[in-house]
């Protein structure tokens, strides 16, 4: 079945940066819209980024524009997130999706596959 896996996640400084990875079986990204979703305790799950298949276009919060840059191999079948610059507020578990169409969204319902999530914890 389908499978999304994250990874990268970690500690980090607030001054470094981090790349999370996220790589997919038995599905392909190239004709799948990906986005990157945190949540962190007590919060709801919240949209990051998005990256559409058919225009590369690219879309995000406003908490991550500036420093975090979402991006795609689909030979490697991998689709990934860099953060630069995070802050503690980006403390959280970072989960990789892909959608149901080309076209990139910000809605939580737009997207079919899900990762298990990545911890991401930004700390001194």
């Known amino acids: 079945q389908v499978q999304l896996v994250e990874s990268g996640g970690g500690l980090v400084q607030p001054g470094g940066s981090l790349r999370l990875s996220c790589g997919a079986s038995?599905?392909?990204?190239?004709?799948?819209?990906t986005g990157w979703f945190r949540q962190a305790p007590g919060k709801e799950r919240e949209w990051v980024a998005c990256n559409g298949s058919s225009d590369g276009r690219t879309r995000y919060a406003d908490s991550a524009q500036g420093r975090f840059t979402i991006s795609r191999d689909n030979a490697k079948n991998t689709v990934y997130l860099q953060m630069n610059s995070p802050k503690p507020e980006d403390t959280a578990v970072y989960y990789c999706?892909?959608?149901?169409?080309?076209?990139?969204?910000?809605?939580?319902?737009?997207?079919?596959?899900w990762g298990q999530g990545t911890q991401v914890t930004v700390s001194s």
């Open positions: 999706t892909a959608g149901w169409g080309r076209y990139c969204s910000g809605n939580v319902a737009s997207y079919k596959y």
């Open positions: 038995r599905f392909t990204l190239e004709d799948s819209a």
